[in-house]
């Protein structure tokens, strides 16, 4: 675990340079200044944290799949068979992300982490041991490759918004009330119980709540991990990420508690319906690109706003100058 704690606090920073350069073209291109909004604010991180290549040309969108062994509290409406049965389905073409992908010209890579082993039940023992979880975040780390302009995290886990869940609560307080929502729909007996289940683990590992990467580990999954540590590998790397919903964004808080930077080459694709998402979302001092009442997972909002990144270099690249188009600035 040191040389991990080691990585997270040992980041790159951003290029100033090149930010402080996209900021001074935004204000020679023919609009007034601040009218493109956010993607003004796009063009530059892009520019910050996009390495040399400036382009989109290359986006991975990158799928982990993990199994949960605390659903064995009926905390999902749905069966753990369901994990493997989404990541075939990945891989004949038919699920959401492969049409989401596909419309933003995203190459999808679907990660399955030990479907066959699930973690352990959090209520009861650490969801994984330290080994298991340095695995699942070197398999994370390793899936970025290098030369991408552009990585889209997202996830498959029945059980996974508990994880989540209990992450967000042992990082900010506030227990099972706070951070349990519904998931894929759970009713409200359902939602008993899983409010209860976090509560239940949070007073179990009450000793391990100073520790991020303990946190991560205890109440995590390998595919929560993997996140983890392909968000760190996109740093190091010089990768801009795109965050999906609620169970991306809890897998990469442990980060942003090490380090408050740590998430600043990040952007949060999109709000998810899910419960907690809008106040973790606030945890993290994210702003959400999109909020389209989405809650699939998968890395479906991630995709859906690669297209927004590209209008925003587009603009930021392409359009004329006030001095090449002879157009009249705003006098002083
Ligand atoms: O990330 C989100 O915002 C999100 C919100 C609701 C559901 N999900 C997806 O639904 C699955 C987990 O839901 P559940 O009810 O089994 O905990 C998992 O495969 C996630 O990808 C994801
Ligand atoms: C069908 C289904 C698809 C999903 N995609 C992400 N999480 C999911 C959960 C279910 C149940």
């Not at 291109?29 to 400036?54: F, N, V």
């Not at 780390?141 to 508990?162: F, H, P, Q, S």
């Not at 808080?253 to 998430?263: C, G, N």
Request: net charge neutral; proline share 4%; charged share 20%.
């Amino acid at each position: 675990m040191a040389d991990l704690r080691a990585a997270c606090l040992n980041l790159p920073a951003g290029n100033d340079a090149a930010a402080a350069e996209a900021l001074a073209r935004q204000a020679t291109l023919t609009k007034p200044p601040g009218s493109l909004g956010r993607l003004e604010e796009i063009a530059t991180w892009l520019a910050k944290w996009g390495g040399a290549s400036r382009r989109l040309d290359r986006v991975d969108v990158l799928i982990f799949a993990g199994n949960h062994g605390i659903t064995a509290q009926g905390v999902s409406p749905y069966p753990a068979a369901v994990t493997a049965q989404m990541v075939a389905n990945f891989n004949h073409g038919g699920a959401a992300i492969n049409q989401l992908a596909q419309v933003s010209s995203a190459t999808l890579r679907v990660v399955a982490l030990d479907l066959d082993r699930p973690t352990a039940d959090f209520t009861l023992e650490p969801a994984m041991d330290e080994a298991a979880f340095l695995k699942a975040v070197a398999e994370g780390y390793n899936a970025v490759r290098a030369g991408t302009d552009l990585v889209c995290l997202g996830e498959m886990g029945i059980g996974n918004t508990t994880a989540a869940a209990a992450i967000a609560a042992a990082l900010y307080g506030g227990g099972g009330a706070r951070w349990a929502g519904r998931g894929t729909g759970l009713d409200d007996r359902g939602m008993e119980r899983k409010r209860a289940a976090i509560d239940t683990a949070l007073a179990r590992h009450a000793g391990l709540l100073g520790d991020p990467l303990m946190i991560a580990a205890t109440f995590g999954g390998r595919e929560l991990a993997a996140i983890l540590g392909a968000t760190l590998a996109a740093r190091h790397r010089g990768i801009p990420v795109l965050l999906d919903g609620f169970v991306c964004t809890a897998a990469v808080a442990p980060l942003a508690k090490l380090r408050a930077d740590a998430l600043d080459h990040t952007q949060a694709a999109h709000v998810s319906a899910e419960a907690g998402h809008r106040a973790l979302l606030g945890e993290l001092k994210l702003q959400p690109l999109l909020d389209l009442g989405m809650r699939l997972g998968e890395g479906s909002g991630a995709a859906l706003a690669v297209p927004m990144l590209r209008a925003a270099l587009a603009c930021h690249t392409g359009m004329a100058t006030f001095a090449e188009a002879g157009v009249a600035g705003k006098p002083h």
